[in-house]
């Protein structure tokens, strides 16, 4: 069983790479891009596979981060993946993610 530092780790690897590939850019050119959108997606379904790794005592010790709805949206990207909105995607990236960086370092 790996450790939950790996995977936190992991989580920030993630945030990282999601933040660089949409730097400098604004909701119009991530909405045309297909290449952007599939990269976020992909990061933030590894980022949220690595969130449902981590143990019940560090997600009750970090009981402030919605670990339920990060599932939630592991699941549609792997699941519902012809459902997925863009829009919220966007959403996501620009606001909960600095949200859950901001947790994550501490």
């Known amino acids: 069983m790996k450790s939950d530092a790996l995977y936190i ?10 933040q660089s590939y949409i730097a400098g850019i604004d909701k119009n050119q991530f909405m045309a891009s297909s290449l952007i959108q599939d990269a976020v997606l992909r990061n933030l ?23 339920h709805k990060i599932s939630g949206l592991r699941n549609i990207l792997v699941h519902d993946y012809l ?15 600095s949200t859950l960086q901001s947790l994550i370092q501490k």
């Open 45 to 67: 379904q590894v980022l949220a596979e690595s969130t449902q790794r981590l143990s019940d005592e560090f997600k009750n010790r970090h009981s402030e981060i919605e670990w």
């Open 83 to 97: 459902g997925i909105d863009t829009e919220t995607v966007w959403v996501i990236v620009n606001k909960d993610l």
């Open 9 to 18: 780790v992991h989580i920030r690897e993630c945030i990282d790479r999601i």
